[in-house]
C-alpha cells in the first residue's frame, strides 16, 4: 500500500458540507453546503469550485441518467439543470410540516432517490462522535466518515470491526465517496457550523473537502437517479 497522502481541494469553508458524489462525465467532485444553501462542483481538471445558490437548505446531490443532477431541497425533490442554473421542483412532501427537511439522500443500484428526514441519530462508538456520511469500496467494506471525531473508518459490515482509521486535520468531517479516473480517490466533505473563532483559528480548513490518496482499495461509482 502506498503512503497516505490528504489534501483540502477546496478551502470554501462550507458550513455543512454533505453528500460528495463524483461526476465521471465531467471529471468533478458534486457535493452541498446544507445551511449555506448551495450546490457545488469541483473540477479536478481546473482545479476550482463553482456553486449554485438555492431558496432553501439543500441536504444532497445526485447524478441523473437523463443528464444534470437531482437535490433534495428542504423537503422536496429537485431537479437541478447546471449550465442554467435552473431548479425545479419534481414532488414536494411534508408541505404541512415547514420546519422539517430531508437530512441526506441516495439513490439505489435500481435508480430510485431515497432520502430520509432529521429525526434519528445513531451512535457508532464509545468516543463522542457521530456517525454521518458513507460509501463502500469494491472489497465489500464499508467507509464512515465520523462527525466530531475528525476522521474516516473503514469496517467491515458483517463482523463490525474497525479495519482501517484515517484521521482528518477537521473535526467535523461529514460524509466521505470514492473518485478520480479509477475511483481509487477519497473525497471526504467537512462543516464548520458550530465553530468558534479560536476552535476555527486551529483549524482553518474546517468546511474544506478533502481529497485522500494511496489507501490502497477502490469504490463503487455512483447510482444515477432514473427518473
Known amino acids: 500500500m502506498s503512503s497516505i497522502r490528504i489534501e483540502c481541494v477546496a478551502k470554501e469553508g462550507y458550513r455543512i458540507g454533505e453528500s460528495p458524489v463524483w461526476d465521471e462525465k465531467e471529471s468533478a467532485l458534486l457535493c452541498v453546503d446544507i445551511t449555506g444553501r448551495k450546490v457545488c462542483r469541483w473540477s479536478s481538471v481546473t ?8 431558496d432553501a437548505p439543500v441536504s444532497s446531490v445526485a447524478l441523473r441518467k437523463s443528464g444534470d443532477y437531482v437535490i433534495t431541497l428542504g423537503t422536496r ?20 410540516k415547514p420546519n422539517n427537511r430531508f437530512n441526506d439522500g441516495k439513490v439505489d443500484p435500481a ?5 430520509g428526514n432529521r429525526r434519528s441519530i445513531y451512535r ?35 463482523t463490525g470491526k ?9 473535526d467535523k468531517t461529514t460524509s466521505c465517496c470514492f473518485g478520480g479516473k479509477d475511483y481509487s480517490e477519497m473525497y471526504v466533505t467537512s462543516a464548520s457550523d458550530g465553530m468558534d ?4 483559528s486551529r483549524q482553518p480548513q474546517a468546511g474544506g473537502v478533502f481529497k485522500i490518496t494511496g489507501l490502497g ?5 455512483p447510482y444515477a437517479f432514473a427518473g
Not at 482499495?217 to 461509482?221: E, I, N, R
Request: with cysteine; charged share 30%; net charge neutral.
Open 111 to 115: 435508480g430510485r432517490y431515497f432520502a
Open 124 to 158: 457508532l462508538e464509545k468516543e463522542e462522535s457521530i456517525p454521518d456520511g458513507m460509501c463502500i469500496d469494491t472489497e465489500g467494506k464499508l467507509w464512515v466518515a465520523c462527525y466530531d471525531g475528525g476522521r474516516v473508518i473503514r469496517l467491515d459490515p458483517e
Open 217 to 221: 482499495v477502490k469504490g463503487v461509482p
Open 47 to 54: 482545479k476550482q469550485v463553482q456553486a449554485i445558490s438555492v
Open 77 to 96: 425533490f429537485a431537479a437541478l439543470k447546471w449550465k442554467e442554473q435552473l431548479v425545479t421542483t419534481i414532488t414536494h412532501v411534508d408541505k404541512d
Open 197 to 200: 473563532k479560536d476552535w476555527l
Open 162 to 170: 474497525r479495519l482501517q482509521t484515517v484521521k482528518l486535520p477537521v
